[in-house]
Each structure stands twice: as C-alpha cells, then as structure tokens.
C-alpha cells in the first residue's frame, strides 16, 4: 500500500504521528532536522513504551534554536549526527522494519503550517530493507551523542 500527503496542513503531520503512535519494536528515523514538539512528544510516548528509537540528523542542525535532537538524546533515545562536511539532507522513517515514511517533509512546525512538502508512506518490507541498509550505512558513520 502507499499512501501521499501534502501540506501546508495537518495531513503529514497526523500520517507521521499515527506511524509512530503505532509502532511495536521500532522506530529508525533519518531526518535533517526536528523542531516540532508534536513529534517530539509522540517519540517521548514511544520511548516510554518500550520502542527502539534510533533517530539520526545532521549535525549542524542540531544547535538549530527549538531543535529538540539534543532533547532526544537526554532522556535516553539514541540519537547520532552526521560528520560530513556536507548536510545529512534525509526525511525518512522506518516504522517497525516494514514501513517508510520518506518525502520533503521537514519534522517541523512550519512545515505542516507553511511550507508546501510531500510525504509517501510505503508499506512494503523490500522497500523497507532499502532505506534501512541506508540508514544502518549511514548510522554507523555517524557520530553519537
């Protein structure tokens, strides 16, 4: 199944948290940055939980006024940050080793209020080994905080 969101509005934003809301064993997220604490909350719910977050950004983003990459880290979520000269540009999730959420959507505010972005959801485990053999590449050259 594959499903396409739009924003400006709450379409992305409701597709990515009832993902995450509903995951089981894990979460694998790749994103550039994450200033949304909508999206922050439903992590802290998840975590809370039980599931296996693993959340990946670039690095410079991190230091973002409203970034919430280092807020992830301090309650216990692993969290890593790119350590290339260019910028970890990524916008995915991997929802339980079965389902992708990937697209130009920005994991922050003004993008579900303002900006015009674009999210896919794929549920498809072949798919989902492809983003997840990119996201393990790129996790193990990341450095952790």
């Known amino acids: 199944m594959i499903q396409s969101f739009f924003s400006p509005g709450n379409d992305i934003l409701d597709a990515i948290l009832e993902n995450t809301t ?27 939980e039980g599931i296996q977050i693993r959340v990946l950004s670039d690095n410079d983003k991190q230091y973002d006024r409203g970034s919430d990459i280092l807020t992830l880290h301090e309650i216990g979520i692993d969290v890593r940050v790119d350590v290339s000269p260019a910028h970890m540009h990524h916008k995915f999730m991997v929802v339980d ?26 549920d498809d485990g072949r798919t989902a080994e492809l ?15």
Not at 106 to 121: I, Q
Not at 131 to 145: C, D, P, R
């Open 22 to 48: 509903n995951s089981v064993s894990s979460l694998d997220i790749c994103v550039f940055t994450l200033s949304d604490d909508r999206l922050l909350d439903a992590l802290i719910s998840c975590h809370r």
């Open 97 to 122: 080793g079965r389902t992708v959420l990937t697209g130009s959507y920005n994991w922050t505010r003004s993008a579900a209020t303002r900006n015009a972005e674009n999210l896919v959801v794929i």
């Open 131 to 145: 983003f997840l053999e990119e996201f393990n590449k790129l996790w193990s050259e990341a450095e952790q905080l």
